[in-house]
């Protein structure tokens, strides 16, 4: 049993598509490849203490409004033998081309200068919270060569107006490499594809090319059924697959799996411009019917429930270990007063305060019809529906009609959720990042058109008064405080206040929290005990190989 | 070119005896062939007549020991082959059932359309026959050309046509090439022209009689009509309610025939001789296989039954048995009053 | 155009493209058969024509465009003067409404096994007729009508037969079902295509009596088609009726029943004579075929002039060229035939005799007599 | 002229067919870009793509020019097609719509070809047999068999199937064309590899269809043996072995010819979850991905050859069958009643 | 013209019928019901495999219509998560990822799958019926015309265009899902009726209801439509295997909108919780399985049966209003 008969030579992961099938610009996003050991990231992210460390990119000086960005110096393109220098130019291009693209990141500078050979300049727009920095960068990979982005880049230097930008960002979406053009810089180098699997070797000038002792990263097309992937040993590990209860009951002696403290779960989108749940008492008082407890067991092992939705931490108390870090975000106050959402005779109170009636068993509304929605759920991710039938089953015990209504994945995404088209929907919440900025951003930005919220507007009671008067509020205005706030007082004080305005105005409930988790086959492979530490680093799949905690046995 | 015509059967090619034809239906046990008793004569026409469902085509199968699934056979029938030793026809080998049919014995079906492979072509019927017999292909197919020819067919078009392309007249002479292309002593002919117009049909008689003629076959022809065999046959065999009622020389059924059920047959079959106002149906319908009438089963339709008739089934026999011609009816002599012979008599009156 | 007549066909021609296979559609060869050639006929009331001809000359096709089903090509066929097909495109001045045509020309198909539904009993197929013809009647009332019929042609209990289906009546009594129910329609005229041919001789004359007598209770015409003289000559005698001899979409003969039958004039009618086997032992029959061919041409390439030329015994050289004209024999106008032999004056009976063509194989036809009869 | 004729009907339809789809994939919500924002939404960025990007993609990703009328791009795209060029992949990108099939035709097509004549052949056999033993426990025991599999789906044969040959015994691989790491090409070890790879997938056609064709040919067997011609060959002595083979045999299968060829439309159909199922590099798999993806060019090219094939077999069948069976005259044509 | 009561007296029958007409109205409609009704019903039930065939059938429309009132809804929690089969009475056939009784869902996916499968059955043989009898019928430029619709419909391929169609569509109602789910598969149907109609036309009897003047829906529903029947059943049968089979396809890759429960959700989610890895799981895939292939089961068991039910003579032998003892077996 257990994991791709080898000579320890190759690792090998799985892979859903064909490989003839990758382009090789990691911007355009039909089908790119863009691989984690073809080429660094510029930082590590520890998320148990939500520290960073430098790795591809070290962070020079930070002061006033500039940023001085360097490129490690032994690290060098796949180019032959030993390669070409990684310098400014590069990473000045994938700090341009993110620009182009629009990511958050580019919204924290205004100028970008290249500094020498190996350094960019960039010059902030005002005081920018450090940390929020730093996590900006956090998933960026040194994947730009300038040799290929250069057109795209001098176009946008010469660029004034919006439009320009718009047509260069089409065009850098659009435009795909072939594989000859493109040089990674981290430890693998690709090597070859076809149909059924893409195969990198070993970078001997890569500057952790020591910490590995084995020959070849393969990425090998697998079924999508991932379960039979993973137990049927057809690769060595998987990066984090959330996999269903059997599969940790089956899985062999062999295989082993670690929880990442890389949290995710399910939430329930209200639409803001519905009659119903336009109003946030009726917002909270269906959340207090719903049973988040069950809904992370009806999830499975890996599910925790949220115990204080706030938008920023889940598990609230600790019970489970990973969002821990999350405390220091929020004062200890904020923690204890969050509200838990798990009296369903309070949401009677306040469905009957806004003029709901229930009858036999059944909730009308005030209008008379009967209290009843439709919960949409993205029909192929099979794994969500035993959560929100949950909810359905809690909403109609209650006495509220409820239906799970299953919509096919695109189609869903596009008509429904981003068209703000349903009355409640389904979605994920994430909290992979360092700084709470990034949570409210998906509540406050982002999904407001989805949820036809309006963030400059809303209502919450105040602090610590559930049941207090509604006064109005902005979140919005509070994140751009979160932006510049310069010390982490500040910074708690104004994360408290968002958080409490998501917990009480409840844009949307935060159901459960899901950790990922990781799995090796360790008969051929040696890797760090499920135990330690050296899992609460996102990624430890990349990561393990450049610092030598996996071996090939 | 009058051929023989015989009164009694001197040198029998087929000998059947008691043979009964019975299947199994769910209303009873059905006697289509009811221990029949017949000789046919070594190069003679035999024809047997009778009407819808009377058993005639049972009486075919039963010489070729063919008669389909689920239905019974038993009695004896020997078969005479010119040379060598008499064949128990009901009990074969293997090998004998190759050997006499179709090189001894052959049959011409009632639809020769339907007696052909749709997607064969008639060539190859007659290349896979000679085959199969382990005859020589070439010289059989000589044969067949010949054979085709003297039916009057353009024998080249004929073998490279599929069966569809063939018209009724046509793909019926092209069986009996088929059937005789082994030169089989006898050949049994189940209303070979019944699906044919009169012009054909005749034609095919005519051609019947030379080829009979000309290589010395026994032929059973088998029919309904009458008036087709009457100049064909050399004996007639009529047959009712699955049994032979009359068996005699032709002229002599033709014109004193010997039992009510014939009589009333010839009265009443059209035709251009007797004067119209003359012809009478039969009264009555033929009797269902499984509930035969007992005593003579004609009786219930026969102006001259009585009490004897309704208990004992009259023996198929003759006063004068040298003539060859039979009857199976207690008052034989009272049938030519009874049942007058129309076309006879007008020519009497004449 | 006489009002008199239940039916009149006036130069009638229906054409057929044949099916072709593959190969000759590639070669672009489009092939029409003349099932009918310029024929005309009057079916007068109460009157009975029997047609006679071999498979394929066109008889089916005739009958059926005398009941308004076969769109003829060219010609006109009129229902008591009124023009059929123009009746149903609704052409010009409509007297008899199509309907009513239509419910007055009725069929008795050949077979009797594939004429009535099998799927429905007796009762109920002639139930049909009824309730078209007579929309007012009850359920009852038709039973009642249906039953009468049915004991009418000799099956009792009729009660029990009503209840039957197809498959439980013999080929007779089918047949006899098919009878009752075009007369239930109550037609003007009914075509009877070969209704008696699938049937076993000894039930063909108890058939044809019915059909008789029922014609005159009814008094309706009967078109008889056969390919059997002794059947035509009994049903068109016994009514005093006329009979056609059709060869390949021509009416070669026409004339009264007894005319034709003792003083044939087309040397194809004789063929016919001669083909119809006699029950008369003392008769010789052993003469040789009166034809020079056994196959019937190829109807989609018919031969030019007289289409009977390559298989008569008496052609000439001149009935390849030209076409014979209906004459009347001894001038009597009700028996027609088309034939060169009728003209003592035409070239026909200076030209030379036809000699067989290589192919043929028939032995020479002994030649009966080759003087035109005076 | 028949052929003409026919030629014209099938490229009437074969416009018509493309009229058809071409509206209905432009009536299908979202675009190509509602994908990859699917794509975003659903991993929540889990995955190195920022949910910023998600508002930017709007009009990033489209092939066609928005702007332009529905029916000039129906005519641009038609004349392209007709022209053999199925235009640029959206989904795969730097990929040509036809380079996509090209790939991944062959698997298709040997796919099916191997499942549609082993269903046949199991069929006609099994069917031909239990007609000659009609009535007896053989028959009746294969006939609710073939009943019995009949009624069993594809895909749950295909994952029963999965269980027991891959997952427990682990005889059978679950899934791709071919092992992994060798070389494409003619060499006895790749073509073993591509039979051993499409034994599942096929097995679970083969043993969910040979019930049908083994019904129908049994029916047409028992007819054929009532004919009587096959009398008439009994007693001509024609062998037994013979008479079931090229009299009852081949009569019985004639009919089924075109089955066979309308079969291929509906297997290609099925491929989609086959191929899904066993992660199969086929035409359905590209198919299903190009309408996730929202790929018109994609989805409209597959749909196109797939209609292509279906049409050509089709015709094919319709012009070869008169060849192939003597009794069938092509043409038709009576006039209206 | 002739007259229509010629010279045969009937008075004296008629006399007797008059007398009679209640008992005659009463004896006719026993008649019928014994020919429509019961004849068939005895005739299915001498054939094993439409009697199997109705059995199963009969017990799947009983779960349908009464299985909802006998068994609670599924809803999470009814037990235990993922419990194995035959333990409790309460979730007899185990539970699911959410506790909810396998049982309670595959009861309560039957009404929608039962919904889809007559919506869907009916439209295909109603429209393929239509179609094909009226084009073969009429021939001529409606023949042409249908034909090449049926053309179009047959050469698209099916399951992808069910997936097009239900994308653009969303539809979520059971009829309107099942319908979509046949939506080409009608043209195969109406192909080969117009061919069978073909020949049927030709049939001397049904030239001879043209001839009397029948207008042609009736002589399609006389004289055609008994002909075909046993086909059309067949094929009936067909189109609801195919709804069966398409709908759960369709469910299991995701595409199929819609609210109800349906046996392709539970397999589709037992198979994405890896139920089929272990024994001890793969109940929860093995019932809907069942279920699935239970019902195509009986309803090609029933339409293989049923040809029997439009034999004429097979139905005359099992009337009793008819009598059977006529001797004329061709
Ligand atoms: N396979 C069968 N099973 C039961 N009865 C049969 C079978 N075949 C024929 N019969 C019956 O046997 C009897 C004689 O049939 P046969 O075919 O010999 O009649 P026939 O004289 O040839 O009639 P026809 O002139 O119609 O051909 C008929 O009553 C017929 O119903
Ligand atoms: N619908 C049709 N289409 C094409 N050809 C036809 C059609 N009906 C008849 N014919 C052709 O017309 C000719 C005359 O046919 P018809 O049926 O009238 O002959 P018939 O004298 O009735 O023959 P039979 O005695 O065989 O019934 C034949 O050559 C036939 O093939
Ligand atoms: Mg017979
Ligand atoms: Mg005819």
């Keep these: 049993l257990g994991g791709v008969e080898g000579d320890g030579e190759t690792f090998v992961e799985p892979i859903t598509v064909d490989p003839t099938n990758y382009q090789f610009n990691h911007l355009n996003l039909q089908h790119p490849f863009s691989h984690a050991m073809q080429s660094d990231q510029l930082q590590r992210y520890f998320i148990n203490d939500g520290t960073f460390e430098s790795y591809a990119v070290n962070i020079e000086e930070f002061e006033g409004d500039t940023a001085v960005l360097k490129v490690r110096d032994d690290l060098t393109w796949h180019n032959g033998d030993p390669g070409d220098p990684v310098n400014a130019d590069d990473l000045y291009t994938k700090l341009v081309t993110d620009a182009i693209i629009g990511d958050t990141m580019s919204t924290l500078w205004t100028d970008i200068q290249r500094d020498g050979d190996k350094s960019v300049e960039l010059t902030l727009d005002g005081t920018i919270n450090k940390n929020l920095f730093r996590d900006g960068l956090n998933y960026y990979w040194l994947e730009t060569p300038f040799r290929l982005y250069k057109d795209y880049v001098e176009r946008w230097e010469d660029a004034t107006t919006d439009d320009e930008i718009a047509d260069i960002r089409n065009d850098l979406r659009n435009d795909s490499f072939d594989e000859e053009k493109v040089k990674g810089n981290g430890p693998f180098q690709f090597e070859e594809r076809d149909n059924r699997h893409l195969k990198m070797s070993l970078y001997e000038h890569h500057p952790d090319a020591d910490n590995i002792n084995w020959k070849n990263w393969e990425l090998r097309k697998v079924s999508t059924d991932t379960a039979s992937v993973l137990l049927g040993g057809e690769v060595d590990g998987i990066r984090n697959y959330s996999a269903p209860e059997t599969v940790f009951e089956q899985a062999p002696d062999d295989l082993l799996n670690a929880q990442l403290p890389a949290l995710w779960g399910h939430s329930l989108p209200f639409n803001h411009e519905d009659d119903d749940f336009s109003n946030i008492r009726v917002r909270q008082a269906v959340s207090e019917f719903i049973d988040r407890q069950a809904c992370a067991d009806n999830y499975g092992r890996l599910g925790q429930p949220v115990e204080a939705p706030s938008g920023l931490v889940g598990n609230i108390d600790g019970q489970n270990e990973p969002s821990n870090r999350w405390e220091n ?122 949820m036809n919220l309006d963030p400059e507007n809303l209502e919450a009671p105040p602090m610590g008064e559930p049941d207090g008067e509604l006064q109005s509020v902005d979140p919005r205005g509070l994140m751009e405080e979160l932006l510049v ?31 990922d988790p990781v799995w090796f086959y360790t008969d051929d492979w040696e890797v760090p005990d499920p135990d330690s530490e050296k899992y609460q680093s996102k990624w430890p799949l990349w990561w393990f190989p450049r610092n030598g905690d996996m071996q090939a046995k | 070119m009058q051929r023989k015509r015989t009164k009694t059967v001197d040198d029998p090619i087929f000998e059947v005896r008691d043979t009964t034809v019975s299947f199994d239906m769910e209303r009873g046990e059905s006697k289509v062939l009811n221990e029949v008793n017949i000789d046919v004569d070594r190069g003679e026409v035999l024809g047997v007549v009778g009407e819808s469902g009377s058993g005639k085509s049972m009486f075919a199968s039963a010489l070729l020991d063919a008669v389909v699934d689920p239905g019974v056979l038993t009695g004896d029938i020997t078969f005479h082959p010119e040379s060598g030793e008499a064949i128990d026809l009901l009990n074969l080998s293997q090998e004998q059932v190759k050997q006499v049919r179709w090189e001894e014995i052959s049959m011409v079906f009632q639809g020769a359309m339907s007696s052909f492979n749709p997607t064969m072509s008639i060539g190859d019927h007659f290349r896979e026959t000679l085959a199969v017999h382990d005859y020589d292909v070439e010289e059989g197919m000589e044969r067949a050309e010949e054979l085709l020819a003297d039916l009057y067919l353009e024998s080249e078009q004929v073998l490279d046509s599929y069966p569809h392309e063939l018209s009724g007249g046509m793909s019926q002479r092209a069986l009996i090439a088929l059937s005789l292309v082994l030169e089989p002593e006898v050949l049994v002919m189940d209303e070979p022209t019944a699906a044919l117009d009169l012009l054909m049909q005749r034609s095919i008689i005519r051609l019947i009689r030379q080829i009979a003629d000309e290589r010395d076959l026994t032929i059973v022809f088998i029919t309904h009509d009458l008036p087709l065999v009457a100049n064909l046959a050399d004996r007639i065999a009529v047959l009712y309610a699955f049994e032979f009622v009359e068996v005699g020389p032709a002229y002599e059924v033709l014109t004193e025939a010997k039992h009510p059920y014939t009589r009333a047959l010839l009265n009443s079959t059209p035709n251009l001789e007797t004067p119209r106002e003359q012809m009478r149906p039969i009264e009555g319908a033929a009797p269902d296989p499984v509930s035969v009438p007992n005593g003579c089963s004609y009786h219930p339709r026969c102006p001259l039954a009585d009490a004897t008739c309704e208990r004992d089934d009259p023996p198929l026999e003759s006063d004068t048995p040298e003539d060859g011609h039979v009857a199976a009816c207690h008052y034989v002599e009272k049938v030519p009053e009874t049942v007058p012979l129309t076309l006879q008599e007008v020519k009497v009156n004449e | 155009m006489s009002e008199d007549h239940v039916v009149s066909l006036q130069d009638v021609e229906v054409h057929f493209e044949s099916e072709q296979s593959l190969l000759s559609q590639l070669r672009g060869e489009t092939e029409i058969v003349k099932a009918v050639d310029g024929i005309s006929l009057d079916i007068p009331e109460n009157d009975v024509v029997a047609l006679v001809g071999e498979s394929g000359c066109g008889k089916s096709t005739l009958g059926k465009t005398a009941i308004g089903v076969q769109r003829p090509t060219s010609g006109s066929v009129t229902y008591r003067g009124q023009d059929i097909w123009k009746a149903k495109d609704k052409d010009g001045n409509v007297e008899i409404p199509h309907d009513e045509i239509r419910q007055s020309l009725q069929i008795i198909p050949q077979d009797p096994g594939a004429s009535l539904n099998p799927n429905k009993t007796v009762q109920h197929s002639l139930a049909a007729p009824l309730k078209l013809r007579h929309p007012e009647m009850d359920s009852f009332e038709r039973r009642e009508r249906i039953n009468e019929m049915i004991s009418r042609v000799g099956m009792s209990p009729p009660e029990d037969y009503a209840k039957r289906f197809p498959h439980q009546l013999s080929g007779g009594e089918k047949q006899r079902v098919a009878l009752i129910r075009a007369l239930l329609m109550n037609p003007d005229l009914i075509l009877a295509d070969e209704a008696v041919s699938a049937l076993d001789v000894s039930l063909r004359i108890d058939m044809m009596d019915l059909m008789l007598e029922l014609q005159e209770e009814f008094n309706t015409s009967f078109l008889f088609i056969s390919h059997n003289l002794s059947n035509a000559s009994y049903v068109a005698g016994k009514s005093d009726g006329r009979i056609g001899i059709m060869y390949l979409g021509e009416l070669v003969e026409l004339g009264p029943i007894d005319e034709v039958l003792e003083n044939p004039k087309h040397p194809y009618t004789k063929a016919l004579v001669w083909a119809t086997p006699n029950l008369d032992p003392d008769i010789d029959d052993e003469t040789e075929s009166p034809l020079r061919k056994i196959d019937v041409p190829d109807p989609r390439n018919p031969p030019s002039g007289c289409r009977f030329h390559t298989r008569c015994p008496k052609a000439r050289e001149a009935c390849k060229g030209n076409t014979p004209e209906a004459v009347a024999v001894d001038g009597d106008e009700d028996h027609t035939v088309t034939c060169f032999r009728e003209i003592d004056d035409h070239e026909y009976w200076d030209s030379p005799k036809l000699e067989d063509e290589p192919s043929g194989t028939e032995s020479e036809p002994t030649a009966l007599e080759d003087e035109p009869v005076q | 002229m028949y052929i003409l004729k026919r030629l014209g009907q099938a490229f009437v339809t074969f416009v018509a067919v493309i009229t058809v789809t071409f509206g209905l994939i432009r009536a299908m919500p979202g675009g190509p870009a509602d994908y990859i924002r699917a794509r975003v939404m659903r991993n929540r960025g889990s995955e190195g793509v920022s949910m910023s990007e998600i508002n930017s993609l709007t009009e990033a990703y489209t092939n066609f020019d928005p702007s332009t009328p529905v029916y000039v791009q129906y005519f641009d795209y038609v004349t392209n097609i007709l022209q053999g060029n199925l235009g640029q992949s959206v989904s795969f990108a730097g990929q040509s719509v036809n380079s996509l099939i090209i790939k991944a035709a062959p698997w298709t097509i040997f796919l099916l070809t191997i499942a549609i004549l082993l269903t046949f052949a199991v069929g006609i056999v099994l069917g031909a047999v239990m007609a000659y033993r009609e009535g007896s426990r053989f028959d009746t025991g294969s006939t609710v068999l073939s009943m019995f599999v009949n009624s069993v789906p594809y895909y749950v044969a295909a994952l029963l199937l999965v269980y027991v040959f891959s997952i427990q015994l682990s005889i059978f691989p679950q899934s791709g064309n071919y092992a992994v790491g060798l070389e494409p090409g003619l060499t006895p070890i790749f073509i073993a590899d591509v039979f051993y790879h499409a034994a599942l997938p096929v097995a679970s056609l083969v043993l969910t269809g040979f019930g049908g064709v083994a019904i129908t040919m049994r029916g047409n067997s028992i007819q054929e043996i009532g004919e009587d011609y096959i009398r008439v060959a009994h007693l001509r002595g024609v062998p037994g072995r013979r008479i079931a083979v090229r009299y009852v045999g081949r009569n019985a299968l004639l009919p089924m010819y075109t089955n066979l060829m309308i079969s291929v439309g509906f297997m290609f159909g099925g491929s989609v979850i086959l191929e899904q199922i066993f992660a199969y590099p086929g035409l359905g798999n590209y198919l299903l991905q190009g309408i996730h993806a929202r790929d018109y060019p994609l989805m409209m090219g597959i749909f196109i050859v797939i209609t292509a094939a279906v049409l050509i077999c089709i015709l094919i069948a319709d012009l070869t069958y008169g060849l192939i069976d003597p009794r069938v005259s092509a043409g038709e044509g009576k006039e209206a009643y | 013209m002739a007259e229509t009561n010629s010279t045969f007296d009937a008075t004296d029958d008629r006399d007797s019928t008059s007398d009679g007409s209640a008992a005659t109205r009463s004896e006719l409609y026993k008649e019928w019901l014994d020919v429509a009704v019961l004849a068939p019903l005895r005739i299915a039930w001498n054939d094993w495999r439409t009697k199997t065939g109705s059995l199963i059938i009969l017990f799947y429309v009983l779960m349908g219509t009464v299985g909802p009132y006998l068994v609670p809804a599924p809803t999470q929690g009814q037990g235990p998560q993922l419990a194995g089969p035959f333990q409790s009475m309460s979730y007899p056939l185990g539970t699911n990822k959410i506790g909810a009784s396998l049982l309670s869902e595959i009861v309560y996916s039957t009404p929608p799958v039962l919904k889809m499968i007559l919506a869907g059955a009916v439209f295909s043989t109603v429209v393929a019926t239509i179609v094909g009898t009226v084009s073969g019928y009429k021939g001529g430029i409606i023949d042409s015309v249908l034909t090449t619709l049926s053309d179009i419909a047959m050469t698209i391929p099916g399951l992808p265009l069910i997936i097009l169609l239900i994308a653009v569509f969303e539809p979520e109602s059971p009829y309107l899902i099942g319908i979509f789910l046949v939506i080409n598969s009608w043209a195969g149907l109406a192909r080969s009726i117009r061919s069978q109609v073909l020949s049927i036309r030709d049939h001397s009897y049904v030239e001879v209801s043209r001839i009397m003047g029948a207008s042609t829906p009736k002589i399609i529903v006389d004289d055609v439509l008994p002909n075909i029947m046993p086909y059309v059943l067949i094929n009936f049968v067909n189109s609801a295997r195919g709804v069966i089979f398409g709908s759960v396809a369709l469910f299991y890759l995701g595409f199929l909108s819609g609210f109800s429960n349906n046996w392709g959700i539970t397999l589709n989610e037992a198979f994405t919780n890896a139920a089929i890895y272990s024994l001890d799981g793969i109940y929860w895939l093995v019932f809907p399985m069942i279920a699935i292939v239970g019902l195509s089961f009986g309803l090609v068991l029933f339409a293989q049966g049923t040809e029997k039910l439009f034999n004429p003579r097979i139905r005359a032998r099992h009337a009793e209003a008819v009598d059977d003892t006529a001797p004329y077996e061709e």
């Design chain 1, 329 to 450: 975000k929020v004062s200890d106050e904020m923690a204890e007063q969050l509200y838990r959402y798990d009296d369903p005779e309070r949401g009677r109170e306040l469905l009957r305060g806004e003029g709901y009636q229930k009858d036999d068993d059944t909730w009308y509304r005030p209008n008379g019809d009967p209290f009843e929605m439709t919960i949409k759920v993205p029909a192929g991710l099979t794994d969500w529906h035993p959560v929100y039938q949950t909810i359905v089953d809690n909403l109609e015990n209650e006495g509220i009609g409820a239906e799970l209504q299953r919509i096919e994945e695109s189609t869903y995404w596009a008509d429904h959720y981003t068209a703000g088209n349903y009355k409640v929907a389904s979605t994920g919440w994430t909290l992979q990042r360092s700084s709470p900025y990034y949570v409210f951003d998906m509540y406050y930005n982002i999904d407001t058109e989805f």
């Design chain 1, 485 to 515: 706030a310069q010390d982490e007082e500040e910074a708690t004080a104004i994360t408290d206040e968002l958080a409490w305005i998501t917990n009480q105005t409840v844009p949307m409930l935060q159901l459960n929290e899901i950790n």
